[in-house]
Each structure stands twice: as C-alpha cells, then as structure tokens.
C-alpha cells in the first residue's frame, strides 16, 4: 500500500508533539511512502518556527535540520508539474482547501495513494472524500 505522507505528519516525526507515537506508527506501517517536492519547504518553515517559538533549541533546531533530510531521503518524491497544478487548482475550491494542502491533495489522487496521512483534520476528510483511507496521527 502507498501512503501519501503530508507536512503535518512529517514534522510530528521530528519534533515531539501531539500524535508523534502515532505517526511513527504510521511511518512504520508504509509499505511505501510519497510525498509532494513542496513537503521540503513547508516542514523546513514549520521547524524554524518552532525554533522562532522556542519549542526547539538551536542545537535541537540543527538536528531536526538533519533528521528532516534523512526523513525525505526515505520519500518517493512527486514533483509539481502541470498535472499537479491543475488537480490542485479543482480540488482548492472543491473542498474550501488551502494552497498546499491542495497540492498535497492532488498529489496523493495523481499517484493513487492507498492512505493519507496528515494532523490536519479538513485535508483527512477531503482525502477521504477522494476515496482514500485516512491516518490522522492526532486520533490515533
């Protein structure tokens, strides 16, 4: 089974959170596990904010800098392309879905992912709507 894994989960495996035990739950479980190209971006912003916050330590900030590196080296990475646009584009007002999540979306429906993970409660029921099973590591 392909498991389509968002920012929200990714980030979960690297700082410890509510629904951390779950998600690495659930990273265990993957037989296989993609992710958008964007999944960079948008969890390196999400731990400099944890950093800005003072939930990481600057040590703690460079290490989670390089957990993230490992973590994606473990991804099948889908790059956006034009396909991925245009789903995104459909799916955004479709389902009231921000930007990325959109992208996310569309991502995870192109590749014909079995599950989809994510902390994000209106992206889970989306990717449900679409036809695929849903882990939220916060209801685990």
């Not at 951390?20 to 948008?42: K, M, R």
């Not at 390196?44 to 990481?56: D, F, K």
């Not at 889970?124 to 849903?134: D, F, N, R, T």
Request: charged share 20%; with cysteine.
């Amino acid at each position: 089974m392909t498991t389509y894994v968002d920012t929200s989960m990714l980030v979960k495996l690297i700082v410890a959170e509510a629904g951390t035990h779950a998600a690495y739950a659930v990273w265990g479980d993957a037989l296989s596990l993609v992710a958008v190209s964007l999944i960079e971006v948008e969890a390196a912003a999400a731990l400099a904010a944890a950093h800005r916050q003072g939930r990481l330590t600057l040590e703690a900030f460079h290490v989670a800098e390089h957990s993230l590196d490992d973590l994606v080296e473990q991804l099948d990475i889908i790059e956006v392309d034009v396909e991925v646009i245009e789903r995104a584009r459909k799916l955004a007002p479709h389902y009231a879905l921000r930007g990325y999540d959109a992208v996310h979306l569309a991502a995870a429906t192109l590749v014909g992912a079995d599950v989809f993970t994510s902390a994000d409660f209106a992206l889970c029921e989306a990717a449900h709507q679409e036809g695929m099973l849903v882990a939220n590591p916060l209801d685990r």
